[in-house]
């Protein structure tokens, strides 16, 4: 029969789950756009890397849509007449 060794003792877990969650959402909630988060494992530091806010991206694209629609529907200015040159009698 082998002997079995002891295993070594686990490290205790720096972050959680739900630590994450929490983070992910108020970001969210913020309307800040997550482009990518990382955890540093040697002691359970979350960080969030957002773009910019979701409501100015949002906004933003929604004004340039706007601009460009605007042009297109404009009404062109009527011509207007010629003058004429000759005199009249």
Known sequence: M????????????L???NDLRRAL????EEGI????FEI????????????KPAAQEAAAG????????EQLT?????ATPAKRTTKRR
């Open 33 to 36: 756009a997550i482009e990518r």
């Open 40 to 51: 540093d494992p040697h002691d359970g530091r979350i960080i969030v890397y957002g773009g």
């Open 62 to 69: 929604a004004k340039a849509w706007d601009d460009a629609t």
């Open 15 to 17: 972050f959680k789950r």
């Open 2 to 13: 082998a002997i079995q060794r002891p295993r070594p003792p686990r490290s205790e877990n």
């Open 74 to 78: 404009k009404p062109k200015p009527a």
């Open 25 to 28: 959402r108020s970001a969210r």
